[in-house]
């Protein structure tokens, strides 16, 4: 070191001095990308090994609008909201719903979707507490879903699957005919829970729906094919709607069922029963003995976000019954989290 300190300006000491600090630094230049090298190579932890979810994890297989929220775009949000975490497939992915004018976009198809299923297998991302499916367009499609279901109960032989069996409403189909068919042998069976509305239960029992009694009965047959919780969203009986809600804890044995009354508002708003579908399996993880109270929290957030929606357009002058209005989810994300129950369950037994 005093040789250096005061030799330094010597040509043959510079040489060494510096091809030596020039092997030092190659040398930690070497290890550092090797130890880099090494890091990218390994697999990155697995989350829902190394960070379990403390209320689940959710793979939710719906429509994709850019703009607007129906679909995904409608129950991604509120299931992160109540704390879950959500991974999306887009079955569809367009512009905008297809209430307006025109739409652009993309359609995924059954192999497309085991392509991204096989993806997720390959790393053993696999592991979901819960199946969250929406609107699907074709039998291949569906059938193809049917394969996740299986594939993903080889994995947690738990697995929830919430199916909204979207067909249509008001007495009309907007899904293939041969749809039903597959929904009513194959989707209904493995069905844990299933949230039709009155025209899409009528369909999937083959019986009309036209008092409390009947759609009683329609939630016992749908029990008798599988789902231990069957809610009819939203039956059209008088002045008000009703949602009611059948939960068979024990195979074979009474349900316990109920109704809630919801006043009809006077408009039409899109997303809504994608919304809510999502809110019941969130609610009804946090409350799994008591379907009832988990519908009450479901439905007092969904009609604070719609009186929301309504009171924001008419605001600005817009008549709510000119055409159909998109929701307005992030504004209402605190009657999401925390909705105060405005909405009673009134049991039948």
Sequence with gaps: MFILSTRLTSPSLLRIFNNARSRDSTTKTTRRRSSRSASMAAAPPILSLALPSETGRVLSIQSHTVQGYVGN??????????????????????????????????????????????GLEANDLLYYTHLLTGYIGSVSFLDTVLQVVDKLRTINPNLIYVCDPVMGDEGKLYVPPELVVVYHEKVVPVASMLTPNQFEAEQLTGSRIATERDGLEACNKLHASGPSKVVITSVNIGENLLLIGSHQKVKGQPPEQFKIVIPKIPAYFTGTGDLMTALLLGWSNKYPDHLDRASELAVSSLQALLHRTLSDYEKVGFDPQSSSLEIRLIQSQDDIRNPKVNYKAERYN
Excluded at 95 to 113: A, C, D, M, R
Aim: zero cysteines; hydrophobic letters at 35%.
């Design 73 to 118: 775009k409608s129950a991604v949000f509120p299931l992160q909201l109540l704390g879950y975490d959500v991974d999306p497939i887009n079955s569809v992915q367009f512009s905008n719903h297809t209430g307006y004018p025109t739409f652009k976009g993309q359609v995924l198809n059954g192999e497309q979707l085991w392509n991204l299923i096989e």
